[in-house]
């Protein structure tokens, strides 16, 4: 299993970027995925995770309705879209996966097993 994640960079206040997260070894639709990110001195922040069985998403309130989670329709790549961006949005930002078989997706670090390397998203003021 492995998660190679690219998109991030530098970007404006108000900008958009795509992340793209590219599993190996394994499908979207066997696994759940997940978004964080962490920023300098703060800890690891869920922001979004999906359930390709289950259609089940969630975003967390500091990225809800500018951010949004998919995956292309082989479930090899998973995608965040984010609008709107703001300095506080800069941070670490890392695709992981796991190999739940339930309802829904978890959206806390603790609850994946299988995470990329990051990339880097900046927001200038």
């Not at 995925?33 to 309130?61: H, M």
Request: aromatic fraction near 12%.
């Amino acid at each position: 299993v492995q998660l190679v994640e690219s998109g991030g960079g530098l970007v404006q206040t108000g900008g958009s970027l795509r992340l793209s997260c590219a599993a190996s070894g394994f499908t979207f639709d066997e696994y759940t995925v997940g978004w964080f990110r962490q920023a300098p001195g703060k800890e690891r922040e869920g922001i979004s995770c999906t359930n390709t069985r289950d259609g089940l998403i969630y975003y967390s309130d500091s990225v809800k309705g500018r951010f949004t989670i998919s995956t292309n329709d082989a479930k090899t790549t998973a995608f965040l879209e984010m609008k709107s961006l703001k300095p506080d949005d800069t941070a670490l930002y890392f695709c992981a996966a796991d190999n739940w078989k339930g309802v829904g997706c978890g959206h806390q670090p603790y609850e994946y097993d299988n995470w990329g390397q990051g990339t880097q998203v900046t927001v200038s003021s």
